[in-house]
């Protein structure tokens, strides 16, 4: 007598609808949303405004427009953000003050998450004295005031684009290395590192090949933050008179060069104009943090 063969086992109708659930939620986890297209598209357009600037059908940012008639005046349409009290054009300024800060924004994040990464890499990886000592270092520069820290490093390196980047990226670098630090901590102890060290790997090997892939979606997320970070940074130093120089058109001069007409009431379209750049920027950088962090999230808690 031949044994009876089992047959598959089909979910019941109750559970049908978590099937069907999961399975579309498994499909919905592939799609960035609308949200997160929206700050793509923002973030694209102000890159590619910033980079196109020089061949733009814009006034320069210095230019003195129509000799002196655009003083003050008000949005329009050819003049879509109306001009300031020098008569420049305030579209053209904040184009071009695009450039400035968000090559601080990036190339601070850039230095600050290379120091940063590679010292909370070697910290988290080798624990003992080297991560008591790194760690110490990293508290010094915490227990700075960011702000005041900010100020002093600008004034006594510079007011140019490459050492406001500098005095911010020197601030950024602790608050990047703990996040790495503490993200290289988790992924140092798992499985495969052990079996790679059983193997006989070596620590340079087993930190480029299998850490560090693993830390990079987290420090990424972050990265994203902190230019966010820094370009409000950058906004404020401007505001206190330390930040870039104040004939380089930056979001931040734009909005202390337009501070007292805001006052008065004359112009606060020029205000509004930096303040809106900053707050499109930030908002779409933060959202789109938020995403890559809640995709990696849901992604390393499956593999546990």
């Known amino acids: 007598m031949l044994p009876e063969q089992s047959s598959p086992t089909l979910p019941s109708e109750a559970a049908l609808p978590e099937v069907v659930a999961v399975a579309a939620g498994t499909r919905t986890r592939r799609h960035l949303g609308l949200g997160a297209w929206v700050a793509i598209g ?10 196109l600037a020089p061949i733009l059908p814009i006034p320069k940012p210095t230019e003195i427009v129509d000799h002196g ?12 953000l109306g001009g300031d009290s020098n008569s420049y ?9 695009a450039r400035n800060s968000l090559a ?5 994040v850039a230095l600050g998450g290379t120091a940063g990464g590679f010292l909370g890499l070697i910290a988290g990886y080798y624990r003992g004295r080297i991560e008591t000592l790194i760690t110490a270092l990293l508290d010094i520069m915490l227990a700075f005031p960011a702000l005041v820290l900010a100020l002093a490093l600008t004034t006594f390196l510079g007011h140019s684009v490459f050492y406001v980047s500098l005095a911010l990226g020197i601030i950024s670098t602790p608050i990047l290395a703990r996040i790495t630090r503490a993200n290289t901590l988790t992924w140092s102890q798992r499985e495969f590192v052990t079996a790679a060290r059983a193997q006989g790997a070596k620590n340079r090997r087993i930190i480029v090949r299998e850490v560090l892939p693993n830390v990079v979606p987290a420090m990424a997320s972050i990265a994203l933050l902190a230019v966010a970070v820094v370009i409000v940074a950058e906004a404020g130093l401007s505001l206190l008179g330390a930040g870039l120089a104040s004939d380089v058109p930056s979001w931040g001069n734009i909005i202390n060069f337009g501070r007292n007409d805001l006052t008065n009431g004359t112009a606060p379209h020029i205000v509004f104009s930096g303040s809106g750049a900053i707050f499109f920027t930030v908002l779409s950088l933060n959202y789109l943090g938020d995403v890559v962090r809640a995709r990696f999230d849901v992604k390393e808690g499956a593999l546990v």
């Open 89 to 97: 054009d305030v579209l053209s300024r904040v184009i071009w003050g």
């Open 69 to 80: 008639a655009l003083r003050d005046a008000k949005p329009s349409l050819s003049h879509l």
């Open 104 to 108: 601080v924004g990036f190339f601070a």
């Open 42 to 51: 923002w973030l694209v357009l102000v890159i590619a405004l910033a980079v």
